[in-house]
């Protein structure tokens, strides 16, 4: 890294005159974050009436009064210069008609010597999803959430098989289109297969079609799935419940490219972007023979893990706005104060599936726009425990922490039906960690 140069007035308006050149928001960095120079375009979109030059990014941008990642996010300026590459994230930046969801990209500018005397950030604008209430796309400003639009934003225009995890509810769906609506194909179909308990003849069937006659009842010629969705994007929801004997039939599809219509003897060309989701643990099912290994690999090019709820709730209220506007748009619908405090204590196993649920049901038992405690579901107003409620024990009575770590597995193994593996995964520990404190407890039968 290179030591911090001096720039004067005619420094500044050639590197403003190259900035021009870029259609987006771009603006010239010193070492420390100063704003050295800036386009008309950073100007329109960040501008507040106030001088720009010599303002640090982070203050204009974000209106923090420290860097980024001083205030809990990544910088790509202080990645730029550790790494001394450009380097790409996704932020929610302050503009003149509040906050959005922008794509940084920050790239070193070297001297004579190769030292880095100042970087060039570009910001563009995403619309994948929206950081206010919003009908029609994913919604969110929590780390985690823009943690996942930064993998979307990023995959969405290669045609690399994208794989959604993540627990039922999450908005696997809502994702899975917004990789679609970002895509080179987004002009295309865009086609969703339930994967959940469909047959062998039915998956054929509504997959590739068939031809007239091809069985009993196949009174006319069927176009599949496959053909239809010809150069958009499939979605294969709750891809972990595909039998094994369709999972061949699935991976033959995906390895050569072709497909026959039932009752048909002609191969066909299949075109399409491929995108899976599943709240199952894949890999413990492979582990344990459920799901075909070769399969697993070819769906699983771009793993994306959804957020619980749980693990986003500054984006509760928003949520609740955008779910609201959907559900009832000719309606001013809005949650009271302790409504929201009711909800902030839930735990949603359901995720953002359940919150719609309830707010739904409060919809309907509301007199008016306000939705209050008591048109919410009893577990949900049900008073949770808080630390100063719990009863502590006795000095003397204090369980060591190795026995009721062995008292819970004991009482989870009795209980789970899945496997192993899938119970590792549920506890937050490797499989291998599982079996050894099984074997301690002498649980554990090979």
Do not use: W
């Not at 080179?184 to 068939?210: M, N, R």
């Amino acid at each position: 890294m290179g030591s911090q140069i001096r720039f004067d007035v005619r420094s500044r308006t050639e590197i403003a005159g190259v900035l021009d050149v870029i259609d987006a928001p771009a603006v010239a960095l010193s070492l420390d974050y100063q704003i050295l120079a800036v386009n008309q375009a950073y100007r329109q979109s960040y501008g507040d009436g106030k001088p720009l030059h010599n303002r640090k990014c982070y203050e204009v941008s974000h209106h923090y009064t420290v860097p980024c990642d001083q205030a809990g996010e990544t910088c790509p300026l202080a990645d730029c210069l550790q790494t001394g590459r450009k380097q790409r994230v996704l932020h929610l930046h302050h503009t003149p008609g509040g906050k959005e969801h922008v794509e940084v990209e920050t790239s070193p500018v070297r001297n004579e010597q190769g030292d880095i005397s100042y970087l060039i950030e570009i910001m563009r604008e995403t619309h994948t999803a929206s950081s206010c209430a919003d009908v029609n796309s994913m919604v969110g400003r929590s780390r985690a959430f823009n943690q996942v639009l930064e993998l979307i934003n990023r995959v969405a225009p290669a045609k690399a098989a994208v794989l959604l995890l993540g627990d039922s509810g999450t908005g696997k769906e809502l994702a899975s289109r917004a990789i679609h609506d970002n895509s080179p194909y987004s002009d295309k179909p865009f086609v969703v297969v339930e994967c959940s308990g469909l047959t062998e003849a039915l998956f054929e069937s509504e997959l590739f079609g068939h031809e007239r006659g091809a069985f009993t009842g196949a009174h006319a010629k069927k176009i599949g799935l496959i053909e239809a969705v010809e150069g958009g994007t499939l979605f294969l929801d709750e891809v972990g419940d595909v039998p094994l004997s369709l999972q061949v039939k699935l991976l033959r599809l995906l390895e050569t490219g072709t497909y026959r219509r039932v009752g048909s003897t002609d191969a066909r060309q299949a075109s399409f972007r491929l995108v899976t989701a599943t709240h199952r643990n894949l890999q413990a099912m492979v582990e344990s023979g459920r799901f075909r290994r070769d399969l697993y690999y070819r769906i699983n090019a771009f793993p994306i893990e959804l957020p619980s709820l749980s693990q986003r709730p500054e984006d509760l209220p928003l949520l609740i706005d955008s779910l609201l506007s959907r559900l009832s748009p000719e309606h001013n619908y809005h949650v009271a104060a302790s409504t929201l405090a009711s909800l902030q204590q839930y735990a949603f196993p359901g995720n953002i599936r359940e919150l719609r649920n309830i707010l739904e049901r409060a919809t309907l038992l509301t007199d008016d726009d306000v939705i209050l405690p008591e048109h919410l579901p009893a577990d949900v107003t049900r008073e949770r425990k808080t630390t100063e409620d719990v009863t502590l024990p006795d000095a003397e009575d204090i369980t060591p922490l190795d026995e009721i770590e062995q008292q819970y597995l004991v009482q989870v193994a009795s209980i789970f039906k899945g496997d192993r593996g899938e119970l590792a995964n549920k506890l937050g520990i490797s499989k291998r960690t599982l079996f050894r404190k099984l074997q301690n407890l002498k649980m554990y039968k090979k």
